[in-house]
């Protein structure tokens, strides 16, 4: 939840008083309401220039890619697959790969997310509704390999995803909206020399620094989230496009009355 500091309790500096902050408020998190108390230790300044939405998306999806990121160490050598590329940690995996001088692979469904994928920057944008679509990014790719799949697919996406993976590739396992995590056998690893990484609980100790990276970033301008911006009052429509898969970025509510700056 993003805003700005309406009042203070006990033990809280008055000087908090009219801030613009974020804080990410917790597994269940309280987040459909218009106000909401969070413990200071919890806050995060925004800059003026930064906007509330914005700051919503990076201080939860933002710091998860931050981690992922950091794992995937991706360089200017790299070829990088991202599955649900239109999606909220997707959009942001573009950015950094495009960031780091590397190849970028854009798999997403259907035709509109395809083309926000490539207005993001991808190299090689596909449909994964397509069933040769892992034929379309080797004919795209040519004498090329990819080197890194960033998957939160699972499933037969991230499976085909693997499966375009050259020798000593990198395979990052960070969910499954698929419904089933990556099929991945010992044969797999061993045939091409593959490095597999789950994300998993690695990240829980360091999420508020992650939190800081992610909306330094932000700031700075190096990793701007794609939002799709829902009235508070909508956040039913908002949790049906959800599950339609019909958003591409973050989706975030936003009350009435309220600007993103």
């Not at 700051?55 to 991202?82: N, S």
Request: include cysteine; charge should be negative.
């Amino acid at each position: 939840m993003a805003g700005i500091v309406d009042g203070v309790g006990p033990g809280v500096g008055v000087e908090w008083t009219d801030r613009r902050v974020v804080a990410h408020l917790g597994p269940a998190s309280g987040g459909y309401v218009e106000l909401a108390v969070a413990p200071v230790s919890a806050l995060h300044e925004v800059p003026d220039h930064v906007g509330f939405e914005v700051a919503v998306a990076m201080v939860g999806t933002g710091r998860t890619a931050v981690g992922i990121l950091d794992v995937a160490a991706l360089t200017e050598d790299d070829v990088v697959l991202v599955t649900a590329a239109a999606g909220g940690l997707g959009t942001l995996f573009l950015q950094a790969a495009g960031n780091a001088g590397a190849a970028v692979v854009g798999v997403a469904g259907g035709p509109e997310k395809v083309e926000c994928v490539r207005a993001i920057g991808a190299d090689v944008a596909v449909d994964y509704r397509e069933p040769d679509w892992p034929d379309q990014v080797r004919a795209a790719l040519g004498d090329r390999e990819v080197s890194v799949v960033l998957d939160g697919v699972g499933g037969e996406a991230g499976r085909a995803a693997m499966a375009l993976l050259g020798v000593a590739g990198r395979h990052i396992l960070f969910g499954w909206s698929a419904g089933q995590p990556t099929e991945i056998t010992t044969a797999d690893l061993m045939g091409r020399g593959l490095t597999v990484t789950a994300i998993g609980p690695r990240l829980l100790p360091n999420l508020r620094e992650l939190a800081t990276r992610a909306l330094d970033e932000a700031a700075a301008g190096h990793l701007v989230p794609v939002v799709q911006r829902f009235p508070l009052a909508r956040a039913a429509d908002a949790h049906a496009a959800l599950e339609a898969r019909a958003t591409a970025g973050k989706v975030v509510l936003v009350p009435a009355g309220v600007r993103s700056s």
